[in-house]
């Protein structure tokens, strides 16, 4: 239920102020990247770099990282499989109706495991200007 209050005030507030711009949700994004980073033993420097060529590399690490922020974001489970419900994904947007095109087309991406996938459909968000890097990975979330 907390999660559902927080995406609210998250997605509604900056719609009511019209503050609604990249800027913002880029500087709150990048503010939050490091536990995602750190559990994937990343540096700042390799997760930037990733940003500014909108790219996760092939790697393990990258695998991991992209995975945590695919959770967060409710696009995969814990268990790696993703959700087919797009309504859900806690991608912020200022263009639903793009973003559900996009999320349609990049659920569909699949590797070779589940941290393969994740970072596969991270980048289709990333090359398609529908998603900045990323989200910490909070073990108080939960998504089913």
């Not at 500014?52 to 967060?72: G, H, Q, T, W």
């Not at 659920?107 to 989200?135: E, F, K, P, W």
Request: aromatic letters at 8%; one cysteine or more; hydrophobic letters at 40%.
């Amino acid at each position: 239920m907390k999660i559902y209050v927080l995406c609210a005030v998250l997605f509604f507030t900056p719609t009511v102020f019209g503050i609604y711009s990249s800027a913002i949700w880029d500087a709150l994004l990048h503010a939050n990247e490091e536990p995602c980073g750190r559990s994937a033993g990343l540096s700042e420097e390799s997760i930037e770099s990733s940003r500014r060529a909108r790219y996760l590399p092939e790697s393990p690490e990258m695998n991991v990282f992209a995975f945590c922020v695919i959770r967060v974001l409710n696009i995969m489970s814990k268990d790696g499989k993703v959700n087919p419900d797009i309504g859900s994904y806690l991608v912020p947007t200022n263009t639903p109706d793009i973003t559900k095109v996009i999320s349609e087309k990049c659920r569909t991406h699949v590797g070779v495991d589940a941290g393969d996938t994740a970072r596969t459909i991270l980048n289709c968000y990333l090359q398609a200007d529908q998603l900045v890097i990323s989200l910490p990975s909070d073990a108080q979330l939960t998504f089913n």
